[in-house]
Nanobody
Framework: QARLVESGGGLVQAGDSLRLSCEAS????????MGWFRQGPGNERNFVAA???????RISDSAEGRFTISRDNARNTVILQMNNLKSEDTATYYC??????????????WGKGTLVTVSS
């Protein structure tokens, strides 16, 4: 069964960095875009970043300049490097896979999420 498993969340201070990883269970995801969404308490699940099979990326305005996304197709893994974290980045981060450009309404697979808490 194809699934996505996130890791790397935790509690950090404002200004710190954190690296999230998402491992896909099968090579099914190789031809799909993969990326990250996040959902804070009482908020909608919002797009953060995505990368397609060839390495093209898109980043949300709130993450631009601070977050980068990368992908290792050989290891079925996508990485979200988050730098200069702010308290407003606090959320559960979900790995996702689906057709490019990976808008929320067309995501085919979701991970269970990993919590990131940024203290100010």
């Amino acid at each position: 069964q194809a699934r996505l498993v996130e890791s790397g969340g935790g509690l950090v201070q404002a200004g710190d960095s954190l690296r999230l990883s998402c491992e896909a269970s099968t090579r099914t995801f190789t031809s799909y875009a993969m990326g990250w969404f996040r959902q804070g308490p009482g908020n909608e699940r919002n797009f953060v970043a995505a990368i397609n099979w060839s390495g093209a990326t898109r980043i949300s305005d709130s993450a631009e300049g601070r977050f980068t996304i990368s992908r290792d197709n050989a290891r079925n893994t996508v990485i979200l490097q988050m730098n200069n974290l702010k308290s407003e980045d606090t959320a559960t981060y979900y790995c996702a896979a689906g057709p490019w450009p990976l808008s929320r309404i067309v995501v085919n697979w979701w991970g269970k999420g990993t919590l990131v808490t940024v203290s100010s």
